[in-house]
């Protein structure tokens, strides 16, 4: 009798948030670290793609595309693939998958340090995320949104107010990885910024201390 008093409390707190269900952890694929195309031939080829054909991703090619944008390329210290002012990271991100082989549809939060997704939201989101996103065909299109957030405080800590300018150039060399590996992957991406902040925020259920800077459709291109 007091195991099932016991489980029924807990489930109570966690339908009041008190306690979070078990998180979904998903390992991403290795990283392949040599691509069909040099850093040359995706710096001239690379384009913003808005217009995506009705095909999923892999997930190898998620896996490279989170490493991309803020994976770990140095364990020892930490160091990300984009540039940090004073290595704090103030970036989040997250990918709202509509199509990829092995994931099921909903919003996923990318961790750097383990290299994998966990599941922050059931179901597609990509409707709900065109809508806020000023109805852009190209966020409803795509197998996979990329939605760059930051914690400002984490830069600003320590640079004051001159952090905000730091955050908003970081945003920037993660966006420009990320166009580089699509190109390499035969993908194609635009970096958007525009979309109301309160919505895009409510759909991804972010913190109150989280902002969102970029939105990243990433696709095969219709050519």
């Known amino acids: 009798m007091k195991g099932l008093l016991f489980l029924v409390f807990f489930f109570l707190l966690v339908l009041r948030g008190e306690v979070k ?121 795509a197998p996979v949104v990329l939605v760059f957030t930051a914690i400002y405080e984490r830069t600003t800590r320590k640079y004051g107010e001159r952090g905000i300018r730091y955050v908003h150039m970081e945003i920037g060399h993660a966006a420009q990885n990320v166009y580089l590996q699509a190109e390499s992957l035969d993908l194609g991406t635009v970096a958007i910024g525009a979309f109301l902040d309160n919505g895009v925020a409510e759909v991804l259920g972010l913190l109150k201390n989280e902002a969102p800077l970029y939105l990243m459709p990433v696709g095969k291109p219709k050519h």
Request: aromatic share 8%.
């Open 21 to 141: 269900a078990q998180e979904i952890r998903i390992s991403l694929p290795e990283i392949q670290r040599k691509g069909g195309i040099s850093i040359e031939e995706a710096i001239f080829r690379r384009r913003s793609v808005r217009s995506f054909r009705d095909e999923a991703l892999t997930l190898q090619e998620l896996s490279q595309l989170c490493f991309a944008a803020q994976g770990i390329t140095d364990e020892d210290y930490g160091f990300r693939t984009a540039p940090s002012a004073g290595a704090l990271y103030p970036l989040k991100l997250y990918v709202v998958v509509g199509k990829v082989e092995g994931l099921t549809p909903g919003v996923y939060l990318y961790h750097p340090e383990r290299h994998e997704l966990t599941k922050a939201k059931e179901g597609d989101q990509r409707p709900a995320l065109f809508r806020v996103a000023l109805q852009q065909n190209s966020v409803r299109e």
